[in-house]
């Protein structure tokens, strides 16, 4: 795939503080409807740049760092819910001056896209959802429990290598911390460039990281999605990604949805024509 325009960085005012987001296209702002687009965690916008880059040819895609996140200011509350991260994406479209977007959100985005679309549905013309969790009951306080602890630094550096191995095992084992071969993972190892990268961006956040995951796993999912209502929705999901088993369960839930299963083979080029389909 051709390399898209260069992925710009900036900032931007809120409540409770900076901002950081990464964007592409803004020449593109007046002619075409934004493309708001919302992380994963661990980690920031940084792990989808390739696709604002790529997104960026047709339109501006703005992708701000969730609060306590990438570069942006920690949220405001103490153990904030999902609908407190989807307020926060208003603010941040009023700071930037976008009456109405289009919105993708890929794991933790995709719970906070559900939130925006239940309180602001005025907002968001279409909406895609990559990779939502409708985790089973006992799952989900599985993880609650274990998936992300709260860390601080310490005297002897030890948030170093937890960081090392939360990122990594996160590449082996779906949950993570279940580390035995019935929740081994199809997938290589990433290569150390890519691990270090991801281990720096939890590392920046290590203190406030935890905060999006114990939101998503609080998370009503199965009972919030029915209430979407006259929102053009689509759940997608990339086969290397464990989360993408969902998507069926996803779709039943919101009648008139549509879904698309991201192959292997299709990769980054399969996800883009997918994604451009949809929105044009």
Not at 171 to 199: C, Q, T
Not at 225 to 242: A, H, V
Request: glycine letters at 8%.
């Amino acid at each position: 795939m051709a390399t898209g325009p260069d992925v710009d960085r900036a900032f931007v005012r809120i409540q409770e503080g900076l901002v950081h987001y990464r964007h592409a296209g803004e020449g593109l702002k007046s002619t075409q409807l934004p493309l708001y687009m919302v992380h994963a965690g661990p980690g920031s916008s940084v792990g989808i740049a390739p696709l604002i880059a790529e997104l960026g040819k047709t339109r501006w895609a703005v992708a701000p760092d969730t609060l306590g996140n990438g570069d942006s200011v920690p949220p405001g509350i103490q153990n904030p819910p999902v609908s407190y991260y989807a307020d926060s994406v208003v603010r941040i479209m009023d700071a930037l001056k976008i009456d109405k977007a289009d919105y993708f959100g890929t794991h933790t985005g995709a719970h906070i896209g559900v939130e925006l679309l239940l309180t602001r549905p005025d907002r968001i013309r279409k909406a895609i959802f990559d990779g939502i969790g409708i985790f089973p009951d006992d799952l989900k306080k599985d993880m609650l429990a274990n998936y992300a602890p709260e860390i601080k630094p310490d005297e002897f550096g030890r948030q170093f290598t937890w960081a090392w191995h939360f990122v990594r095992d996160q590449s082996l084992h779906f949950p993570y911390f279940l580390r035995d071969p019935a929740h081994r993972l199809n997938n290589p190892m990433p290569p150390p460039e890519a691990l270090h990268r991801s281990v720096t961006e939890v590392l920046k956040a290590v203190t406030t990281y935890h905060n999006g995951y114990r939101a998503v796993f609080a998370h009503d999912t199965k009972g919030r999605l029915p209430l979407i209502k006259n929102t053009p929705l689509m759940f997608m999901g990339s086969e290397p990604d464990p989360l993408h088993v969902y998507i069926d369960a996803a779709a039943a839930l919101c009648p008139g949805s549509k879904k698309a299963l991201i192959t292997r083979e299709q990769g980054m080029p399969g996800r883009v024509k997918v994604m451009l389909d949809f929105l044009t």
